[in-house]
């Protein structure tokens, strides 16, 4: 697991994933910039999937991004933590794993999914999101590198925060 700051939309790996919304049809943040980046066909098969559930992800052609696929994850809405947040943000993990092991790929980038518009606190989330990862790498080794894509300082402080608590554990 690799901590970067910056843009999600300019990496060479094979997939990145999405922080979309459950129409699948884009928004601002990270799905904004990912769709702008990949242009218009995007969009275009987007429209095919039907939307996607909260928890759940689903998979497209990445057209005119480095990546060659988009996965594309719908994170839960902060609530106050009650309401199966953390359940649902620790399935956006393990499901865009299994999928991006069902294509393939090998290197694969996160935006910290619900950390903007969503609402969900960054120092959790970011701890849901080393630890759900750290699981699933224990179980599969066809994935080589997990990035974990950071807008800015602050995020970037709370993923090493939870990356120095996991390995203390
Ligand atoms: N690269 C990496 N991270 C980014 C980028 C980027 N280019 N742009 C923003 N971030 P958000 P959410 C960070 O709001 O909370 C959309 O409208 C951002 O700083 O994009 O899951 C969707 O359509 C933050 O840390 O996603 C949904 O309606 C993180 O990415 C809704 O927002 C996630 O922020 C999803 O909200």
């Known amino acids: 697991m690799h ?8 990496l060479p790996v094979d997939a990145i994933v ?17 769709h702008r980046a990949a242009g ?8 095919q999937l039907n939307g996607c559930s909260t928890g759940q992800a689903k998979i497209t052609k990445g057209y005119r991004l480095q990546a060659k696929y988009v ?3 719908v994170g839960p ?5 009650g309401k199966g ?8 993990y393990d499901t865009s794993l299994k999928l991006a092991v069902e294509h393939g790929v090998k290197t694969i ?14 120092s959790q989330a970011a701890m849901i999101a080393v630890k759900e990862t750290a699981n699933f790498l224990e179980l599969n080794e066809a994935i080589e590198k997990v990035h974990f894509v950071c807008f800015d300082e602050t995020v970037y402080e709370a993923y090493e925060r939870a990356i120095d608590s996991l390995n203390h554990e």
């Open 77 to 81: 809405v902060w609530r106050g933590g």
């Open 40 to 47: 218009p066909e995007l969009l275009e098969e987007c429209k």
């Open 3 to 10: 901590l970067i700051i910056g843009d999600i939309t300019t």
């Open 71 to 73: 996965i594309h994850t």
């Open 85 to 92: 947040e953390p359940k649902l943000l620790a399935s956006c």
């Open 18 to 34: 999405n922080a979309a919304n459950t129409t699948l049809l884009g928004g601002g943040g990270v799905d904004g910039a990912i």
């Open 109 to 122: 980038a996160f935006p910290a999914i619900s950390c903007g518009v969503y609402g969900y606190p960054v």
